[in-house]
């Protein structure tokens, strides 16, 4: 099991993560203001399955890896700080003004179709994949016992947490694009929030000392 204090780590930068601009959160809030909470809802269901699905994928391929290449867990480690620094840079190179700019004329659609496009929106975004295949390996040491089960346990709180401030996004859309639109500031704030903890995870696993 991974220890308490990795999870919190782990349990912030997911934080920091899902607070991060991206197409799933661009989706999210359009439908909410365009098609009401319900809409955003339904679509935040399919973009949870979306996760489910990488995280599967990546566990077992994490698991695979480790077991028949010789020092792969130290090779994506490196690969993995390397990308958060990549993040990092994208971040403030964002030319992105509001987060709540999402599209506002989206036709209405079925709750199906809301469901399967969120779930389509995440599955085949190639970010997310390699997202996890960087983010994961950095708390997962063999040491700690199964990586599937470790992967596992990573992906239920990566979930639990992209869930409920999603949820609280989709709910809370209108009243805070409205907020934001007010205090343009907190924009470019996020970005150098966001850039800085991305920075110091990737130091942070960079100068870890191997055991």
């Known amino acids: 099991m991974i220890p308490t204090n990795e999870l919190l780590v782990f349990a912030l930068a997911s934080l920091v993560m899902v607070l991060s601009p991206g197409p799933n959160m661009i989706y999210l809030i359009s439908r909410s203001l365009s098609q009401g909470k319900q809409a955003g809802i339904i ?22 890896i480790f077991f028949a ?30 987060i709540f700019d999402g599209d506002s004329t989206l036709k209405k659609d079925k709750p199906i179709k809301l469901f399967n496009i969120g779930l389509l929106t995440n599955v085949l975004n190639p970010k997310m994949a390699l997202f996890y295949l960087s983010f994961f390996p950095q708390f997962i040491k063999p040491e700690h016992g199964s990586i599937l089960s470790q992967s596992f346990q990573l992906g ?56």
């Open 69 to 98: 290449v010789p020092y792969a867990f130290i090779i994506v480690k490196f690969l993995g700080v390397c990308y958060l620094l990549y993040l990092a840079y994208s971040t403030l190179r964002s030319g992105r003004k509001n």
């Open 43 to 64: 679509s935040l269901f399919g973009v949870i399955s979306g996760f489910i699905f990488h995280i599967l994928m990546v566990s077992f391929g994490l698991t695979a």
């Open 156 to 211: 239920i709180i990566q979930i639990i947490i992209s869930f409920c401030i999603n949820l609280l996004i989709v709910i809370s859309a209108a009243k805070m694009a409205i907020w934001f639109s007010k205090n343009p500031i907190w924009i470019r704030v996020q970005k150098w929030f966001m850039a800085s903890v991305l920075t110091g995870l990737a130091v942070k696993i960079a100068f870890a000392k191997a055991k």
